[in-house]
């Protein structure tokens, strides 16, 4: 079972989103708009990290854009104001600007007698799949990939469609075009955000300096997403907690139109031998499913959650030259459970996001834990590892992840723990312990080299606590008092681990290799929880 958008480590065992990337057919070279000449320019504004200069006559009249179908796109201009809140300024626009109760559909695209313009939010609902859960997306999903990192984050782009029904008219049509601007899906994403920032420059606030990495994330979301649209259940789960989750970027249900205008007029230039008007209607059809869960999940959310939490750091403690654990108090309650992780922003990188699991089981004191190691060009890892100190103020997004203890069972946990990858790790035998009880926690704890085993003293001590827990270390590289060889090969050793649910946290390849060996010796898939591979190789920093 994969574990929604992933806790820690990367292939080195770092904590956060901290590491090389993994190119997907929607994940495109680093090539900057300006380097694209002739007919496949892009308007002159986005250059893949520069900033925008605003043009048109900025009071929602339409611009000229070229790749529209008719060489307009109607324009609606963002919502503007928000006060700074802590030690961030300014705020993000909009972000204090109420979201609609639900049903107030703000995208209601289908049927617009314009083509390829979105209409007014005063339009009637649109259709929509049936509801999902009504909670945090804690469904595992298997072909698509949840929520974000620094900024508006996608499904898992070129997933294969779950098997069953043939695909609807509109799925196909929508298909049709993906396959076709594949090849030139650069482009497509440069050609998108430039339009969206040419359109509505006040969105660029919304997006960290740097676009490097970032600049695919929404379109992919949306493309993915659409070539889902016939699978109602999971997409509503996963929108739901896209819609949640993007709240703490200051989304607005006024920033939806304006997104859909960007990705038509992308397709419509780059997908000109499938682009006609069912095909349009198609991805209309479907914007508006997708922006109206998204929607709706965000107004139901905000009647009992901010937006983000402001986190105080009170402790600040270096284990290693490059690993520290960060210790914080929110400023009002964050519930969570042992095993979930949260987007962190630090006041050095506003709008910058990354992932860190919560290295401790919800505690009395209401005060979180985060393991985090330095990286060379992690701009949030090397901050918090190197600049953060008591009585700095963080940023939290809401929690999330479905790698979590079942307390309804018995069976044991056999837990693997790569680098910083333990964190998660130590927090769920905490949520054992608290509980009360008396089930097998087996743990492996993996590591590069002995002196790596940074956390080894804590679990030591939370072994001779608790007849319950053992704990052993493992080391791929070099001398060492405990066993010594890659982590899922030592596993395989032990056993029988028939009546054991399994959870993974680590590098990517420790990952994939480990629940190979795990389904090998014959601990079904459903009872196999780790870190989400594609969020781990999503992004660096």
């Known amino acids: 079972m994969k574990d929604a958008p992933a806790t820690t480590s990367a292939d080195d065992g770092r904590s956060g989103k901290e590491c090389a990337r993994e190119r997907d057919w929607f994940t495109p070279p680093e090539k ?27 009071d929602g009249g339409p611009v000229r854009a070229s790749g529209a179908r008719d060489g307009w796109v109607r324009v609606r201009p963002a919502a503007q104001g928000g006060t700074a809140r802590g030690p961030y300024a300014p705020d993000r626009p909009g972000q204090r600007e109420r979201h609609p109760r639900k049903g107030a559909n703000s995208l209601a695209l289908a049927g617009s007698p314009q083509r390829g313009r979105l209409p007014d939010p005063s339009a009637a609902p649109a259709s929509r799949p049936s509801e999902g859960p009504s909670g945090r997306c804690d469904t595992p999903l298997t072909s698509l990939r949840p929520t974000a990192v620094d900024g508006p984050v996608p499904l898992r782009a070129g997933a294969t469609a779950p098997s069953g029904p043939p695909p609807s008219p509109d799925t196909q049509l929508i298909r049709r075009t993906m396959d076709e601007i594949e090849p030139v899906a650069d482009k497509v994403v440069s050609y998108f955000y430039a339009l969206l920032f040419l359109q509505n420059p006040a969105l660029r606030a919304l997006f960290p300096a740097a676009m490097d990495s970032q600049r695919d994330r929404l379109f992919k979301a949306l493309v993915t997403a659409a070539q889902h649209a ?146 060379p060009a992690g701009w949030v890892s090397t901050a918090l590892v190197h600049r953060a100190r008591p009585g700095d103020v963080l940023r939290l997004g809401p929690p999330a992840g479905s790698m979590t203890v079942d307390h309804a069972t018995d069976n044991g946990l056999l837990c693997l723990g790569g680098g910083t990858g333990i964190a998660p790790i130590k927090a769920l035998v905490e949520d054992v312990a608290e509980h009360g009880r008396r089930r097998p926690v087996e743990v492996f704890y993996g590591a590069r080299h002995d002196n790596d085993l940074y956390d080894m003293d804590t679990l030591l001590r939370l072994q001779r606590a608790h007849p319950w827990l053992s704990v052993r270390p493992v080391v791929s590289d070099g001398p060492t008092r405990g066993l010594s060889g890659q982590l899922p090969c030592i596993v395989r050793q032990y056993g029988p681990w028939n009546a054991y649910d399994a959870y993974l946290s680590g590098p990517p390849g420790m990952i994939r290799s480990g629940v190979d060996t795990l389904r090998g010796i014959g601990i079904p898939s459903h009872r196999i929880r780790h870190d989400s591979i594609d969020e781990l190789m999503a992004a660096a920093g």
Not at 46 to 58: F, W
Not at 238 to 248: E, I, N
């Open 230 to 375: 016939d699978d109602a259940g999971t997409l509503t789960a996963y929108l739901s907690g896209l819609g949640r989750a993007h709240r703490k970027y200051g989304t607005l249900p006024a920033h939806y139109p304006a997104v859909g205008e960007a990705l038509i007029g992308a397709l419509t230039r780059y997908a000109s031998g499938t682009w006609n008007e069912a095909a349009e209607a198609a991805w209309v059809r479907v914007y508006t499913t997708i922006s109206q869960i998204m929607i709706d999940a965000a107004a139901e959310d905000e009647e009992t959650s901010p937006a983000w939490w402001e986190a105080e750091v009170v402790a600040h403690e270096r284990r290693t030259p490059d690993i520290a654990v960060v210790t914080v108090r929110p400023d009002q309650p964050y519930p969570f459970l042992a095993g979930q992780y949260t987007c962190l922003e630090t006041p050095w990188w506003p709008r910058v996001w990354r992932h860190y699991s919560f290295s401790c089981a919800p505690r009395p004191d209401g005060l979180l834990s985060f393991h985090v190691k330095a990286v």
């Open 32 to 58: 900057r708009a300006e380097d694209l000449t002739g007919p496949d320019a892009v308007p002159e504004v986005l250059a893949a990290d520069r900033e925008v200069a605003p043009e048109g006559d900025g």
